[in-house]
């Protein structure tokens, strides 16, 4: 498990939390980025860019932070402790 703040290049990956309630997080969570969610890292950077349900989100870094997930496959593993 890591930060999507921590993923390092573009990949598939999955929610396995959020964290916080603020209204940027109220907005990601209703347009389809919630725990367990599929979703890809098209651009890493700040903003982050994900694709999720069809849609492109940019996301800041101060949200990013508050994202746990995880690699969808081998490809997307963990490397050295951040997500590569």
Do not use: W
Request: some cysteine; aromatic content about 2%.
């Amino acid at each position: 498990m890591a930060l999507l703040s921590e993923v390092l290049r573009p990949g598939h990956f999955r929610v396995l939390r959020i964290d916080g309630q603020g209204p940027e997080v109220m907005r990601l969570k209703r347009l389809g980025l919630c725990e367990q969610q599929p979703f890809e890292v098209v651009s890493t950077g700040n903003p982050l860019i994900v694709s999720v349900a069809g849609t492109r989100l940019g996301i800041s870094q101060s949200v990013t932070g508050q994202i746990a997930v995880e690699p969808e496959t081998d490809h997307d593993a963990l490397d050295g402790g951040s997500i590569q």
